[in-house]
């Protein structure tokens, strides 16, 4: 026996108890006899996807989806299937083994290195990008996880201070490198102060300074009262959570000329951040000491030591190179 039955779009439940008056003529021992039959049975309704908490969110600055998969009228047996679609309905990306809930970065965002849909950094400038700026427009889900259900147009989420735009957000971060002496005997040490501004308009954040020193000097210590700096032989890497905008940092490298090296001595030290910068020119500052040839420290001097041990704030030698690195920046300007 074959019934039909319309479930209508007022209907809210799991389930539907059909009752069956079932009749039918059966002839035994060469008689006629209706039979009659009472059958309940519950008819379950069709297997469904509830795919209607698909939503735009932003985590630390990046967009994401929000979702959740309802299943109705059955229990999956596996994981999910989500199809990304654009505002045209064309197949952007395959997620397969998903969840059934949990977020998707959006397409064409990228945590590391930083980017959005729609937008490209070009010589330290964030600019419109027309490959992917169609991302933008919104996205639609088709989702599997035994039947299939399409999602409502899903919009990308407008910036806001929780959602960065790339064209709103940015922090000139400059860097200053100085000596604490241009002529350094062979034999004796010295101290390269680097100083690290934020020039706004934003705050800065996740700042990186690095700096290789020459393979022909040798580093004792590096200190900073904000960075938190280490090394492996040479090499100087210092990290800072953020930056308010006009703010300075001081990283201090002591440095010792053995006996035999001379000449000039020239070193770099770069910084980045996390935020875009649309200034990379001031990234980099280069430095250079004069070793003499055959010139030594005079004997029973401590001029080296104190530099090394003085605290980057409390010694006048830090106070006259930071003195040098702000009229080199007014320079600059």
């Known amino acids: 026996m074959l019934v039909t039955v319309q479930v209508t779009d007022s209907f809210i439940g799991t ?17 006629e006899k209706e039979v009659t039959d009472d059958d309940d049975e519950v008819t379950p309704l069709e297997p469904t996807l509830d795919v209607g908490a698909f939503e735009p969110v932003c985590v630390g600055d990046f967009p994401y989806i929000g979702y959740t998969i309802v299943p109705k009228g059955f229990t999956p047996a596996g994981s999910a299937t989500i199809e990304i679609l654009d505002a045209d309905m064309q197949l952007v990306e395959t997620l397969n083994d998903q969840p059934l809930s949990g977020q ?18 070009e010589n330290g400038v964030w600019v419109e990008d027309e490959t992917d ?14 039947p299939t259900a399409t999602t409502a147009l899903v919009p990308y989420p407008e910036a806001t201070e929780a959602c960065a735009d790339p064209a709103q957000t940015s922090a000139d971060l400059e860097i200053l490198k100085a000596a604490t002496a241009a002529t350094v005997p062979q034999g004796s040490t010295f101290e390269w102060i680097l100083e690290v ?9 996740e700042i990186v300074v690095t700096d290789n020193v020459p393979a022909n000097l040798r580093v004792d210590d590096v200190r900073s009262n904000t960075f ?23 990283i201090g490298i002591d440095v010792t000329v053995p006996i035999g090296t001379e000449g000039n001595i020239s070193n770099t030290a770069d910084v980045s951040g996390r935020v875009p910068d649309p200034n990379p020119n001031n990234n980099s500052d280069n430095d250079v000491v004069n070793v003499p040839t055959g010139v030594l420290p005079d004997t029973g001097s401590d001029m080296g030591n104190t530099l090394r041990t003085a605290g980057l704030i409390l010694t006048a030698g830090l106070a006259l190179v ?4 702000r009229r080199r920046r007014e320079q600059v300007a």
Do not use: M, Y
């Open 322 to 325: 930071v003195l040098a690195l």
């Open 104 to 121: 998707i970065l959006w397409p064409g965002a990228s945590l590391d290195p930083a980017d959005w849909p729609g937008w490209q950094l």
């Open 228 to 250: 938190d700096c280490t090394r492996q032989g040479n090499a100087v890497t210092c990290t800072l959570d953020e930056l308010a905008v006009g703010a300075s940092a001081f």
């Open 15 to 31: 389930s539907i108890t059909n009752v069956v008056d079932a009749s039918a003529l059966l002839k035994v021992q060469g008689e």
């Open 197 to 205: 501004i934020n020039n706004g308009p934003d705050l800065a954040t």
């Open 133 to 146: 700026q169609f991302l933008r427009e919104g996205l639609f889900f088709r989702v599997t996880v035994n």
